[in-house]
């Protein structure tokens, strides 16, 4: 198994294949290999081949898409789409198993319907988190905060006026969070493990000042349920 | 061969009576929240007292304890609605301000054919079964889902 993850993980050390993935990873809509080819700066055949090469160690999935309309001989190749695999890839050296831990200490919490005491944990730990942030970068902002939370593996939406262009782009007043780092987690206890990371970006947003941002739980399948938004008064 | 529905039932003991102040944000999350599952993805049913629009009137399992039961075209309709609606989830989390923790299984889920809605009688008896003897096929729960009788093994 972890020789497998390292060799899937090893893949993206070509600095094309890596773009390919984090340009599709980037992604709210499935890929086509003209788009990803395009967004890279590739030849179309080349970016073919590390997609699918990409496909192979598990890293995207693939869909075959017929062009609309055609059918029958002479309608073409179906169109291949690509995003993000939903496999999770793991590789921890020395091996380290958090997750089995989590499940377990997560198990336990609820059985003591020790709800609160988990909450008041991730809020100090936000708080801690929000305390360091604020050392490095005062008078942190809602970029300031995006940046953060990229670098924790929230993957939050760009802001609309940052215009890459290339990817999705969200309203400027509020932070939507693509991936959800508690993912697996969060599948078996829903309500302890996203009211548990509720907590975190709260006491982040306390413990950084950002006395002008609230967050909240917005759930939507496959991202993180929680959503940070300008309040209102300000 | 006939197709089933998801029937859900679960129970909650009040910390104070549906008028005490405490409650106020329950009792106003109440009518918003039946609408929301209403409207969800794969709702099919939800239990309702005559003449009200909610089951909080009803009160099968003691006066403080109350009942609520659905049916959801499957398991992940049920799923979605229960975990990832917004507006959901939230009251989920602030539950244990509202009810006591019971640390017997409160919510049991079997599989009803569809078109017919469960009586509260079975949905009682289904709460007894998997307390008594666990999950199994005819009372399950969210941790361990059954497939619907009659399907093809995956």
């Given at each position: 198994m972890t020789e497998a993850e390292i060799d899937a993980l090893g893949l993206l050390t070509d600095p094309l294949r890596r773009a390919l993935y984090r340009y599709v990873a980037g992604q709210d809509h499935e890929v086509s290999r003209a788009e990803a080819a395009e967004a890279v700066g590739a030849q179309r055949n080349?970016?073919?081949?590390?997609?699918?090469?990409?496909?192979?160690?598990?890293?995207?999935?693939?869909?075959?898409?017929?062009?609309?309309?055609?059918?029958?001989?002479?309608?073409?190749?179906p169109a291949k789409l690509y995003r993000r695999s939903t496999r999770q890839h793991t590789v921890q050296l020395p091996p380290r198993d958090y997750e089995t831990a989590a499940h377990v200490l997560a198990e336990a919490v609820e059985r003591h319907g020790a709800d609160a005491a988990l909450y008041a944990a991730a809020r100090e730990e936000g708080e801690r988190r929000g305390a360091a942030l604020a050392a490095r970068a005062p008078d942190a902002d809602i970029a300031t905060l995006r940046s953060y939370l990229g670098e924790c593996g929230y993957e939050p939406v760009p802001d609309e006026g940052a215009?890459?262009?290339?990817?999705?782009?969200?309203?400027?007043?509020?932070?939507?969070?693509?991936?959800?780092?508690?993912?697996?987690?969060?599948?078996?206890?829903?309500?302890?493990?996203?009211?548990?990371?509720?907590?975190?970006?709260?006491?982040?947003?306390?413990?950084?000042?950002?006395s002008g941002l609230s967050a909240r739980l917005a759930p939507e399948s496959g991202r993180c349920c929680v959503e940070i938004s300008k309040t209102n008064e300000n | 061969m006939t197709e089933h529905h998801l029937a859900q039932l679960n129970i909650g003991r009040l910390r104070a009576p549906l008028d005490d102040p405490r409650m106020a944000d329950f009792v106003r999350e109440l009518a918003p929240v039946n609408a929301l599952a209403e409207s969800s993805p794969g709702f099919v049913w939800r239990l309702r007292e005559e003449e009200t629009d909610d089951a909080t009137g009803l009160r099968p399992f003691g006066p403080d304890i109350l009942v609520n039961m659905s049916v959801w075209e499957s398991y992940d309709a049920l799923w979605a609605f229960t975990y990832r609606t917004d507006g959901h989830l939230e009251v989920l989390r602030r539950r244990a301000s509202w009810f006591v923790r019971d640390p017997a299984p409160t919510l049991v889920l079997w599989w009803v054919p569809a078109g017919t809605a469960p009586s509260l009688d079975e949905a009682v008896e289904r709460l007894a079964r998997l307390r008594a003897d666990g999950p199994s096929p005819e009372a399950f729960d969210f941790r361990s889902p059954a497939d619907p009788p009659g399907a093809t093994a995956t």
């Amino acid at each position: 198994m972890t020789e497998a993850e390292i060799d899937a993980l090893g893949l993206l050390t070509d600095p094309l294949r890596r773009a390919l993935y984090r340009y599709v990873a980037g992604q709210d809509h499935e890929v086509s290999r003209a788009e990803a080819a395009e967004a890279v700066g590739a030849q179309r055949n080349l970016a073919a081949f590390h997609l699918d090469k990409l496909v192979a160690a598990r890293l995207l999935d693939v869909r075959q898409q017929r062009i609309s309309g055609r059918t029958g001989p002479g309608s073409g190749r179906p169109a291949k789409l690509y995003r993000r695999s939903t496999r999770q890839h793991t590789v921890q050296l020395p091996p380290r198993d958090y997750e089995t831990a989590a499940h377990v200490l997560a198990e336990a919490v609820e059985r003591h319907g020790a709800d609160a005491a988990l909450y008041a944990a991730a809020r100090e730990e936000g708080e801690r988190r929000g305390a360091a942030l604020a050392a490095r970068a005062p008078d942190a902002d809602i970029a300031t905060l995006r940046s953060y939370l990229g670098e924790c593996g929230y993957e939050p939406v760009p802001d609309e006026g940052a215009g890459s262009g290339q990817e999705a782009a969200g309203p400027p007043d509020r932070v939507r969070l693509r991936n959800c780092p508690f993912h697996t987690l969060a599948a078996a206890f829903p309500p302890l493990t996203c009211g548990m990371n509720l907590e975190l970006l709260r006491g982040l947003l306390a413990g950084a000042g950002c006395s002008g941002l609230s967050a909240r739980l917005a759930p939507e399948s496959g991202r993180c349920c929680v959503e940070i938004s300008k309040t209102n008064e300000n | 061969m006939t197709e089933h529905h998801l029937a859900q039932l679960n129970i909650g003991r009040l910390r104070a009576p549906l008028d005490d102040p405490r409650m106020a944000d329950f009792v106003r999350e109440l009518a918003p929240v039946n609408a929301l599952a209403e409207s969800s993805p794969g709702f099919v049913w939800r239990l309702r007292e005559e003449e009200t629009d909610d089951a909080t009137g009803l009160r099968p399992f003691g006066p403080d304890i109350l009942v609520n039961m659905s049916v959801w075209e499957s398991y992940d309709a049920l799923w979605a609605f229960t975990y990832r609606t917004d507006g959901h989830l939230e009251v989920l989390r602030r539950r244990a301000s509202w009810f006591v923790r019971d640390p017997a299984p409160t919510l049991v889920l079997w599989w009803v054919p569809a078109g017919t809605a469960p009586s509260l009688d079975e949905a009682v008896e289904r709460l007894a079964r998997l307390r008594a003897d666990g999950p199994s096929p005819e009372a399950f729960d969210f941790r361990s889902p059954a497939d619907p009788p009659g399907a093809t093994a995956t």
